[in-house]
């Protein structure tokens, strides 16, 4: 089993929708909580980090974390076809350093 | 633009041969970080560098080997290649040791092919 799940998609959703994106994981030492946005064919760029539980927001996006459940998620609203892309949740121990990823969820957004 | 550039960007190889990858990292990053990303595994951390000492190992194959020269970029040797090695190999930099909250940028990549 994998530290890490995700569904990898893909995810298709018309324009303006809410996009929910989610993972688990299984270990219990994770603090620190990224999701990264990876077009075709580019390296991950960060969108969001958080430590520990809770939520986070940053315009479109929020970031949730639930320690207890060992669930993670990330929202966008009124998605774009420009956040079409693989999005990939990615955990540590310490920061970020030794990021454990998984797969990716392939989303597609329609005009 | 990270910032982090990676060379090659493209590399296609035989099976039991050897290749270097190249990474600079961002201006004043002492940190580098080198992932692969294949299809079925994902992206995963292979090993980490800080100012030229080797500071942790993640899942890394004993015939790949990497190292931090003086000016701080980094190279990652696989060699004895087989199919299975066909992946994309990232290279992140970060500005400190332990990275706790300071981002670690990633390149774009090398996508190696083994035929």
């Known amino acids: 089993q994998k530290e890490v799940e995700q569904d990898p998609g893909p995810l298709s959703v018309p324009e303006g929708a809410i996009v929910s994106l989610n993972c688990t994981y299984s270990?219990?030492?994770?603090?620190?909580f990224m999701w990264y946005r990876q077009y075709s064919r580019k390296g991950p760029e960060l969108l969001m980090y958080?430590?520990?539980?809770g939520n986070k927001e940053d315009g479109r996006f929020t970031a949730q974390v639930d320690k207890s459940s060992k669930y993670i998620s990330l929202f966008i609203r009124d998605s774009q076809p420009s956040d079409s892309a693989t999005y990939l949740c990615?955990?540590?121990?310490?920061?970020?350093?030794?990021?454990?990823f998984g797969t990716g969820t392939r989303l597609l957004v329609s005009p | 633009d990270s910032g982090v550039t990676q060379t090659p960007k493209h590399l296609i190889t035989a099976t039991g041969q050897r290749v270097t990858l190249r990474c600079s990292p961002r201006?004043?990053?002492?940190?580098v970080y080198w992932y692969q990303q294949s299809l079925d595994q994902g992206l995963q951390f292979l090993i980490h560098?800080?100012?030229?000492?080797?500071?942790a190992k993640g899942n890394i194959l004993e015939r790949f080997s990497a190292q931090q020269f003086p000016d701080l970029h980094s190279e990652l040797n696989l060699s004895s290649l087989e199919l299975g090695d066909s992946a994309l190999y990232f290279c992140?930099?970060?500005?400190?040791?332990?990275?706790?909250?300071?981002?670690?940028?990633f390149g774009q990549g090398t996508r190696l092919t083994v035929v």
């Open positions: 560098y800080y100012n030229g000492e080797e500071r």
């Open positions: 270990n219990s030492a994770f603090q620190y």
């Open positions: 990615a955990m540590s121990v310490g920061g970020f350093q030794k990021l454990v």
């Open positions: 201006s004043g990053d002492l940190s």
């Open positions: 992140a930099s970060s500005s400190n040791r332990d990275s706790l909250n300071t981002e670690a940028f």
């Open positions: 958080t430590y520990s539980s």
